[in-house]
Structures are given as C-alpha cells and as structure tokens.
C-alpha cells in the first residue's frame, strides 16, 4: 500500500476502535469522542502495529481487493475478536491468513482516563 492509502487504513481503524468500544456506561466511545481523543502514545502504537500488519501482509491485501479503510476496519475488528473481520468477508484462503496474522497484535482495550484522554 501506498502511504496515502496507509492513511486511510488508519482513518478506518480508529472510526471501528471508536463504534466498536464503549464506556464505563456500555455507550460507544465515537458517541462523545473523536479520533483526536485518542492519546498520542495509544495513536502511535495503533498507527505503528496496523503499519506493521500491512508491510507483513501486503500480497494479501492486495489479493484480497479490500479498500484501504476497510482493511484497517478489519483489522481493528479482528485482532479484537468482534462478531466480523477479514474472516467474514468471502476471501476464502485470503481472509484466514490475514485472520491468522492479526493473532501476534492480540488485543486492546481502548478505555477513557480522568483526563478525557483515551488510552490503550
């Protein structure tokens, strides 16, 4: 992927981290925060280990024909373990083997600080 297309990986990774996490209260953090909430250090290792996950699998992302946003949506999604991801998407042998290669990322949870921060 391109750097511009990078970008956009990244766009659609922290819209999904922000619908796709919720308060103390059970509500979605995108209900009451935006991507410029996220701390820096959190945004650096996210940006950092979707960069990471893209240079490793570039020939399977390219197979697979997904938009850049969404690549970054489903990765978020599926180094989560939410109900959807790459495994979902009807990429046969494509889709599990980018599914396998979030396994190493493991999870995170974004959370709000007492400063309004979020944090990973």
Known sequence: MRK???AYAVGGML???LWSSTDENGVPLEANHG???IHPTATRQMIADLEA?????AADI???GMAPAQVGH???LTRNHHGAGFWDRGLGAVGERLTDATRPYG???L???DDGAIYA
Request: hydrophobic share 40%; with cysteine.
């Open 107 to 109: 999870e995170v949870d």
């Open 74 to 76: 489903d990765f978020w």
């Open 111 to 113: 959370y709000v600080g």
């Open 15 to 17: 819209k999904a981290a």
């Open 53 to 57: 996950f893209i240079d490793g699998n």
């Open 35 to 37: 991507s410029c909430d």
């Open 4 to 6: 511009q297309h990078v």
């Open 62 to 64: 390219a197979a697979s």
